[in-house]
Structure formats: structure tokens, C-alpha cells
């Protein structure tokens, strides 16, 4: 029974520590600050006793000089040397006296007793000097010299022997009133802290059943702060069990809510879906309208000015030459104004590019302002132009655009000057040029007048479309308000800024900035290698499928004025029946369109399987192009059908291939050079570098939303992104990435979450090289 006693009683006291860490604690607290205490205690005693045996042996020294030193003067001039001796013997008894040694010229040597060696650092040495004073000399005679040594070793050692007797008791004392507090501690407190711990532990494991109780704990009259902490966690757990139950409540609301609220969802969801379906197809039907629009209105023009062309090299006088000059310049107008409109659809949809011309400014600015002379001089206007002498006059850049917005500020400021005065200024400004454009020159155009300017309430709104002051402006002086809009948007798309500076009754000036590219010489290099009207270097054979009657006639007309033997084909089926060598192909034909003419020809084995195909068509837009060179064509040209452009085809045709330029394999690989040629004989290469530009915003832009769509795993936006950029990549001759991003819009139809990542992590690494391969096609052009 002992032993098994004596067994727990050792286990309790091994692991008392780990089962009550508060009562380990404020037990090894209170035993460390005891013993500091005691330390202190025992600190303080020794210096007690050590000052007070310090002036024990001080007093002694002072006993020994008061009553030994006359004594040993006298027994010293007696030469009493017996009397001496036993006096010292005296001394040496005192206690902690160590040594003492009497030096006089009288004993011939010195006189010394020695009760213990001890090391000098253990010693208190004071030394006296001996007089004597006879009756018969009036002063002290001088004797010799007393030398006492006090043991301070038997100090330290009395000293020592004390603390460690007072630090032993005290911290024995210190022990016992420790283990007694923290024992009382552990059952009035620990114990119950104990019980607590246990039970917010099964509160925290959801065991809210029972209260908490101290079993071993008599309940107090007044209550105790224990009781008041458990007072408190019954308070909690009550508050516990009414949260839970409201919780429970909450969810079964929020489970009914969210039902509703996904069924709602869906039903929003499908209805977007079907807005988004049906906003897209409003969308593809527009671009289908202006592209049939576009082929409808240029069908005409084609006819006019083509029969124009041929009638310039006819015999006519010189007022018949006037004449056609004018009709040629009209037609020229109007297809431009024609093209204006188109291009206003395009900037609405951001997808218009200025078409780039060599021009020269003086005249673009002097011929744009005097079509409004007439104007001008009918309402009293005075119209002036001025042109800075600093400017480049051969330039490079979207005439069409710059003179369509000079005739819109000069138009609007002669139609609302009923008198006075309209100048036209045109400067040279300090910016820099764009990164695109390194060698081009900012112009700032001003056409200021003296009209009924404009109230400051309307400014702000002003480019707007449909956009006037008011509806008197209107009725009097009529518009449609959409001239300014597609002068600002025409601005833009050049990368300049417009604007405006008025006050109504003296006037406004319209201004806008525009970066322009200097050129050498305003003739292209690529049309003077060819002379309008001149033969090709062989005579050739070739089909013409047209099926408008004008077209023919013009298209004919040029071929033939040129040498060559023409074949009409009015449709697609009469060109495969016929398969001659070289046609001009129109992409509108009855019965079966052109590119179907032409993957037919591509796909049927026979002498025409790879005779030169090149497409005659009003439909330009970067996709439709990138579409006929799929097809199988070898070119496009743009209706109206201008001779110099015909002339360079047939010249192209006819010239042996060119020597291919040494690419490296990866720009083999991802970009189709074919179709980004074609671009840029559609185009023209300032065009195609606009084009690939806003390409690489797009796909950086598009590549940055892709990579937080793929983190959340938000499979429709990532097929929808994914898909536009693949349309991009195809129509500006990358089809290696728009295959990649085809397959990534696939797997994210399919809701493939772990072969997404690592698909569009293959789709960034191939449009960085795409890019870069685009990059180094740029620096060719």
C-alpha cells in the first residue's frame, strides 16, 4: 500500500507539469522569486556581519594603540626586552590578530610574533610608531615602530559559514510556504480552472447538453470570482444554444433563398444568352449589310469610272478632255464620300484603318477648301488659306481621311457664316513623333470663322452624333449633326486630338493635331514600275467572270487596251466550264460565288489546278481577304478597278517568282506569309502595320483577361475569349495560334479544368513567338 502510494505520488510529481501547466508555473514563478528573496536576504546579512566584524577588528586596533603603545615605549627605553616581548604576546592574543613584529633600534633586531601565515590580499595590516616621553627631555623620543596584522581569512570563513547556514534555513522556510500555496492553489483554483478548460473544450466540439458544474466546490454565500466565471460560461453557452438555433433557422432560409436565387439566376442567364444571340446576330447582319452595301454602291462607280478611264485615251479636244476631267473628278468625290460613309460604320465598330497614299499636302489642303468657293463667294465669304513654309509638303498618310475632315470644319464654317470671313491655317507644332511614325511631322489645322459660334451649354456635346445646338440650327441651316462625329472619329483613328474654341456672336475656330508621316516623293515606287496603259511583258489569255454588264465592259476594255485575249464568263458555272488561264474573278457571282470557283479549280486535277487566281471585288475587309487566299487565290483587287492597279497585277503575274527570303523555321511554322503579302497589296504597308499594331493590343489584352478566366475556371468566358482572339490570329496570318487557341476554347466547352492550364499555358509561350515572328515581318516592310 505504501509503495503503490509512494508510486503515484512520484508519477504525479513527474508529470505535473504536463497536467497542470498553470500550477507548474506559479509554483516555479513563486520558488524563483523566493529564492531572489532569499539571495537578497542572505546578501544583506553578509554585509551586516561583515561591517560589523570590520569594526570589531577596528576597535580592537584602537584598544591595542591606546593601551600598549606607552606601554611599549617605557619597556623599550628600559632595554627591557623581556617586558617587550611579553607585551606583544599580549597583543597577539587579541582575536583575528594574525602577526605582530616591533622594529627598534634598540633590540638590534626586530622583535616579531607570528600565531598564522596568511597571504598578504587576506590580511589588514596597521602600523603604529613608539614614543617615549622622559622627565628629563621636553620632547617624545621616537623608538621604533609597531606593526599589527589582523586575520581576515578566519572573516571570510566566519562570514561564509553564516550566509550559507541563513540561506539553507530561509530557503527551506521559503520551500515549505511555496509547496503549502501552490497546493492550496491547485485545489481552490487550478482544479476548477481545469474543469473550465475541459468544458470550453467540449463546448468547442459542439457538447452543449449539460451546464457546468464544480464538483469539488462548496458553493459560497457570496459569490467568489470562480463561481463568477462559471456563471459566465453558462451565460455562453446558453447564448450558444439561441445562436445555433437562429443559425439553423438563417440556413433554412438561405437554402430556400438560394434555390430561388439560382433559379432566378438561370432564367437571367438564358435570357442573356439569348439578348447576347441575338445582339451578335444584329451585329453580323450589319457587317453583312455594309459589306453588301459596300459591293452595291462601288458595282456602279466601277462602271462610271472605269469607262472614264478608257475614254481618256480616246481622241477628244481639249474642252471634251475638261470636261471628262471634271466628270472624272466628280465620280472621284463622290466614291470617296461614298467610302466616307462606309468608313464612319467601321469607326463606330473600331475596326476602320486609314488607308495610307502619298500625297501632297499644299494641294490636298488648297483643292479640299476651294470645292467650297463657290459657296463661299454666293454668301459674302471671304475663304483664305495659309499654310506655314516649315511644313513637309510631301507626305505619306490617309489623305481620304484628312480631306473628309477639312471638308467638314470648312463646309460647317461657311454654312454658319452668313458673312465675314473663313481662314484655313495649317502648322507645324512641337511633339513628339509617334513610335510608329518615327520620321513624321504633327500638323495643327485651324479653320477659324466669324459666325454665330456656339453657346457654351452645347460645346461639351457638340461631337456627338446627330448632335446639334439646338433645333433652329436644324431648321435653318439644316444637317444631320453626324459631320463633326465622323470628323472626331477620323481624328482618332489618325491618333490626333480635336477640338474646339468658341463664343457665341464672334465666331468659332475648329482645330485639330495629327501626326503625318514626311515622305521622299509623293509618286508610290510600286505604281511607277508599271505605266498606266502600257502591256504587260507578254500578251496573256484570260477569264473574266463578271456578271454586270458595266464591269465587263470597263474590265474588258483595260485588258484588251493592254494586249491581252479576254474570255467572258458572266457565272461562276461558265468560268469552270471554260478553266482558262489567267481570270479576274468576282467574289459576288449568280448561281455559285467566286471562291467556290476557285476551290473548285484548286481541287480538280488539270492544267488549271494552279493557274494564277485573282480576286476582283468590293469586299476588302481584312477577313474577307484572309478568306480568298484561303480559298486558293493568289490576289485581290479592290472595285473601283483603277488602272495602275491592274497594271501592277499583270505585271506581277507576268515577272518570274521572287526570290524567297531566308526565314528561320519557326517564322516558316507560324505565320502565314502568303496571306500577310496579300494584306499588304490590299492594304498597302502603313495599313497592315496599324493592322498587326492594334492585333498585338488585342491579344495582350485579351491573353490578361484569359489568365484570370482560367484561374477562376470560368469555362464560357474563356471559350468566348479564346474564340475571338483565334478569329484575330486567323485573319492576320497566324494560324498556328489560332489552331492552339481553337482547341483551348474546345476543352473549355468541355469543361476540361485540369488540361485547361497547361493548354493556355502552350497558348502564351506561342503568341510570345507569334508576336515576336510578327514583329520581325514588320521590319521588313
Excluded at 483664305?384 to 470644319?409: F, K, T, V, W
Excluded at 480568298?628 to 495602275?644: E, N
Aim: charged fraction near 20%; aromatic fraction near 6%.
Amino acid at each position: 500500500m505504501i509503495l503503490k502510494r509512494a508510486s503515484r505520488l512520484l508519477h504525479a510529481l513527474l508529470h505535473y507539469r504536463a497536467d497542470h501547466p498553470l500550477g507548474y508555473q506559479i509554483l516555479t514563478n513563486v520558488l524563483l522569486f523566493s529564492l531572489l528573496l532569499s539571495l537578497l536576504s542572505t546578501a544583506y546579512q553578509v554585509q551586516s556581519n561583515y561591517q560589523k566584524e570590520k569594526g570589531q577588528i577596528e576597535a580592537q586596533l584602537q584598544l591595542i594603540r591606546a593601551g600598549y603603545i606607552d606601554s611599549l615605549g617605557k619597556s623599550l627605553w628600559d632595554l627591557d626586552r623581556d617586558q617587550v616581548d611579553l607585551q606583544l604576546q599580549a597583543i597577539l592574543n587579541f582575536p583575528y590578530i594574525a602577526a605582530v613584529a616591533l622594529d627598534a633600534d634598540s633590540l638590534n633586531v626586530p622583535l616579531s610574533h607570528i600565531k598564522e601565515s596568511i597571504p598578504e590580499r587576506l590580511t589588514l595590516s596597521r602600523e603604529y610608531p613608539v614614543y617615549y616621553s622622559p622627565a628629563h627631555l621636553s620632547r617624545p623620543q621616537y623608538l621604533g615602530i609597531l606593526r599589527v596584522d589582523t586575520n581576515l581569512k578566519q572573516l571570510y570563513a566566519d562570514l561564509s559559514s553564516k550566509a550559507l547556514e541563513n540561506f539553507v534555513s530561509q530557503t527551506v522556510l521559503i520551500l515549505m510556504i511555496s509547496v503549502t500555496l501552490s497546493i492550496l492553489f491547485q485545489f481552490r483554483v487550478t482544479r476548477h480552472l481545469e474543469s473550465m478548460a475541459k468544458y470550453t473544450r467540449r463546448i468547442g466540439q459542439g457538447h452543449l447538453e449539460e451546464p457546468l458544474t464544480l464538483t469539488y466546490k462548496k458553493p459560497n454565500a457570496v459569490p467568489d470570482e470562480i463561481d463568477q466565471v462559471v456563471s459566465a460560461i453558462n451565460e455562453m453557452r446558453e447564448s450558444i444554444l439561441a445562436d445555433l438555433r437562429l443559425r439553423d433557422q438563417a440556413q433554412k432560409e438561405l437554402l430556400f433563398n438560394r434555390d430561388q436565387l439560382r433559379e432566378q439566376v438561370e432564367r437571367r442567364t438564358r435570357s442573356l444568352q439569348s439578348a447576347k444571340e441575338q445582339a451578335e446576330s444584329a451585329n453580323r447582319a450589319k457587317s453583312q449589310f455594309l459589306a453588301t452595301m459596300s459591293h452595291e454602291i462601288r458595282t456602279p462607280l466601277n462602271g462610271i469610272l472605269g469607262m472614264l478611264d478608257l475614254l481618256v485615251d480616246s481622241p477628244l479636244n481639249a474642252e471634251q478632255n475638261r470636261q471628262l476631267k471634271t466628270i472624272h473628278s466628280s465620280s472621284e468625290a463622290l466614291l470617296e464620300l461614298l467610302n466616307g460613309l462606309l468608313d464612319y460604320a467601321r469607326l463606330e465598330e473600331n475596326v476602320f484603318t486609314p488607308t495610307q497614299n502619298p500625297f501632297r499636302l499644299q494641294e490636298l489642303v488648297h483643292s479640299t477648301s476651294l470645292l467650297f468657293s463657290a459657296q463661299a463667294q454666293e454668301q459674302g465669304v471671304d475663304l483664305a488659306i495659309s499654310i506655314a513654309p516649315d511644313i513637309a509638303n510631301d507626305c505619306h498618310g490617309s489623305d481620304g481621311a484628312l480631306r473628309q475632315i477639312l471638308s467638314n470644319l470648312v463646309s460647317n464654317a461657311i454654312k454658319f457664316s452668313p458673312r465675314g470671313a473663313v481662314r484655313v491655317r495649317v502648322a507645324r507644332i512641337e511633339r513628339p513623333a509617334p513610335a510608329a511614325q518615327p520620321d513624321s511631322q504633327w500638323l495643327r489645322f485651324e479653320v477659324s470663322d466669324t459666325g454665330i459660334g456656339i453657346p457654351e451649354a452645347f460645346r461639351s456635346r457638340l461631337f456627338e452624333r446627330f448632335s446639334q445646338a439646338d433645333d433652329s440650327i436644324t431648321r435653318r441651316f439644316g444637317g444631320t449633326g453626324l459631320g463633326l462625329a465622323i470628323s472626331r472619329k477620323l481624328v482618332q483613328a489618325l491618333g490626333g486630338e480635336i477640338g474646339v474654341e468658341s463664343e457665341e456672336g464672334q465666331g468659332s475656330q475648329f482645330w485639330f493635331e495629327v501626326p503625318i508621316q514626311i515622305a521622299a516623293a509623293t509618286t508610290p515606287t510600286s505604281a511607277a514600275a508599271v505605266k498606266p496603259g502600257a502591256a504587260a511583258p507578254s500578251a496573256l489569255r484570260v477569264l473574266l467572270v463578271e456578271d454586270i454588264e458595266v464591269n465587263q465592259q470597263v474590265a474588258i476594255g483595260m485588258l484588251q487596251r493592254r494586249g491581252h485575249k479576254v474570255t467572258l464568263a458572266e457565272t461562276g458555272y461558265q468560268a469552270l466550264s471554260l478553266t482558262a488561264d489567267r481570270p479576274f474573278v468576282d467574289m459576288h457571282l449568280p448561281e455559285i460565288s467566286g471562291m467556290e470557283v476557285c476551290q473548285q479549280l484548286r481541287s480538280t486535277p488539270g492544267p488549271n489546278q494552279t493557274v494564277p487566281i485573282i480576286a476582283l471585288t468590293a469586299s476588302i475587309q481584312p477577313q474577307q481577304i484572309s478568306e480568298y487566299i484561303a480559298a486558293g487565290m493568289h490576289g485581290v483587287l479592290p472595285k473601283p478597278l483603277r488602272s495602275d492597279k491592274l497594271d501592277q497585277a499583270l505585271a506581277q503575274l507576268s515577272l518570274p517568282p521572287p526570290t524567297p527570303v531566308p526565314e528561320t523555321p519557326a517564322a516558316l511554322t507560324l505565320l502565314d506569309l502568303n496571306l500577310l503579302q496579300n494584306h499588304r497589296s490590299a492594304l498597302g504597308s502603313t495599313q497592315l502595320k496599324t493592322l498587326i499594331g492594334n492585333f498585338f493590343k488585342v491579344a495582350q489584352r485579351t491573353r490578361d483577361s484569359l489568365h484570370s478566366t482560367v484561374a477562376q475556371q470560368d469555362f464560357y468566358e474563356v471559350a468566348e475569349q479564346a474564340h475571338k482572339l483565334a478569329g484575330a490570329s486567323g485573319t492576320i496570318g497566324a494560324p498556328v495560334l489560332a489552331e492552339q487557341l481553337r482547341r483551348l476554347e474546345t476543352l473549355a466547352e468541355s469543361s476540361d479544368g485540369a488540361a485547361l492550364a497547361p493548354a493556355f499555358g502552350h497558348v502564351c509561350q506561342l503568341q510570345e513567338q507569334t508576336c515576336a515572328e510578327l514583329q520581325r515581318f514588320l521590319e521588313t516592310l
